[in-house]
C-alpha cells in the first residue's frame, strides 16, 4: 500500500503505534472536524480507507518514525 507524505505525516502525529489504534484516533480526530477543513477530512477519509486495506505486520513495517540517532 502506498501512502502519500502528507498521509505518512498524518499518522505519525496520531499513531499511538498500533493500526488499529490509529484507526481509533484518527476517527475521533475526524468527528472534531468542521465542513470547513475539506483538505483534512479528505486527507484522514484517505488513510483510514487505506489502513483498513492492510494487515497490522504491513502497518509496523510503515516508515512512521524516522531514524533521528547521532
Known sequence: MNFS???LILM??????TRTG???ELT???GQLGTKERGLL???DSVLE????ITD???DALP???DIGP
Open 28 to 30: 475521533k480526530m475526524r
Open 12 to 17: 505519525m502525529l496520531y499513531s499511538p503505534g
Open 22 to 24: 490509529l484507526i481509533a
Open 57 to 59: 505486520e504491513d502497518f
Open 64 to 66: 512512521l518514525y524516522p
Open 42 to 44: 479528505s486527507l484522514t
Open 5 to 7: 507524505k502528507k498521509e
Open 50 to 53: 487505506k489502513l483498513d486495506r
